[in-house]
């Protein structure tokens, strides 16, 4: 493995797109942009729909997960099946299907799309109440599942990514406290994280970050952070969602010796930051260069972060915490 530094992010949407171990397998046409599976039925993306009183839609009561695939393996599949297992049991919702059922549609999913590098989502949500039952019990709910799966999305592209992103504090949103909706599960509660968005659109920069109301750094949207300092990489504890990149990031420092932190950061750590990057199953490690106009470190993106960036793919792509997508497998369900 080549654990050298090097100066460039492995421009991974470019082999993705080039390389033949990415190629998509033979699909009908109507599963280019993606399958879907709602109401237990498969279809593609484009056909699916959602019921207008399910809770989830009303009152974003509902949890999800999103695990991705590339080369034809999933990546760290049972850490996102005991996410969505503890996310479940956070906010009292039981899936109609088993860990085992779960694979088989998301599987089928893949079969139906063709896709060997895939964006793969699924939901349990709160449902209708049966008619009659107490609906101020869990057990009067049928909760639902939805799963749906797309060609890989990048919320950085190579480009974006060898640039890295502009990133703003987020002045007018934080980030909603554990204590109101449990940020360790992945939940729909995103009305913060997308005003922050706009907001920082707004004020001309790419990318916000959320505090919590003491100005501890939180996480954003879609994704955590990570910013190294004082040679250590530091990312928060509290008000975040416990990503599977983050741990991943966790993992791969312990390899490569860089000492880690996880707990409380001030915000305005990221002023003095060496170097600063967020973490999201949809685009990986994506370096964070500038902090509202302000180069950070060399205001390029640094050599710890991408090693990890590079170290990331390279260890993917070479099967590390993979399972192989069974695309010959016929789902019964
Ligand atoms: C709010 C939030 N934080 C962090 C993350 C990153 O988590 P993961 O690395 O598991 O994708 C996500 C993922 O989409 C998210 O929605």
Redesign the pocket.
């Known amino acids: 493995m080549n654990t050298s530094i090097e100066h460039r992010v492995t421009p991974v949407k470019h082999i993705m797109q080039t390389d033949a171990r990415h190629a998509r397998l033979p699909h009908a046409a109507e599963y280019e942009g993606g399958a879907a599976f709602s109401g237990g039925r498969y279809s593609p993306i484009q056909d699916a729909t959602v019921p207008m009183l399910d809770m989830g839609f009303r009152n974003a009561d509902a949890t999800y997960d999103?695990v991705s695939v590339s080369r034809g393996m999933f990546f760290r599949l049972d850490y996102h099946l005991d996410r969505i297992d503890r996310s479940t049991e956070r906010f009292r919702l039981r899936s109609p299907y088993d860990r085992a059922q779960t694979v088989e549609i998301l599987t089928e999913l893949l079969r139906l799309a063709g896709l060997r590098d895939a964006y793969v989502w699924w939901a349990v949500t709160r449902g209708v109440a049966r008619p009659g039952a107490a609906s101020n019990r869990p057990s009067a709910y049928e909760n639902r599942f939805y799963a749906f799966v797309m060609p890989y999305s990048f919320i950085a592209d190579d480009e974006m990514r060898q640039r890295g992103f502009d990133m703003m504090i987020s002045r007018q949103y934080l980030r909603i406290p554990t204590e109101s909706v449990d940020s360790r599960a992945?939940n729909f509660h995103w009305m913060d994280?997308r005003q922050s968005i706009f907001e920082a659109a707004e004020a001309g920069h790419q990318i916000p970050v959320l505090c919590d109301s003491r100005q501890m750094l939180a996480?954003c949207?879609?994704?955590?952070i990570f910013v190294l300092a004082g040679g250590r990489l530091m990312t928060p504890a509290q008000h975040?969602?416990e990503?599977?990149?983050?741990q991943s990031v966790l993992d791969l420092a312990a390899e490569i010796r860089v000492p880690t932190f996880v707990g409380d950061i001030p915000a305005s750590t990221l002023r003095a930051a060496d170097e600063v990057f967020i973490?999201?199953?949809?685009g990986g490690i994506m370096p964070v260069t500038r902090l509202e106009g302000q180069p950070i470190g060399r205001g390029t993106p640094g050599p710890i972060t991408t090693l990890l960036h590079n170290l990331y793919w390279e260890k993917r792509w070479a099967g590390w915490h993979a399972t192989p997508v069974r695309y010959e497998f016929k789902a019964g369900l």
């Open positions: 999103v992945k994280l996480e949207p879609g994704a955590n975040c969602l990503g599977g990149t983050r973490t999201s199953t949809a």
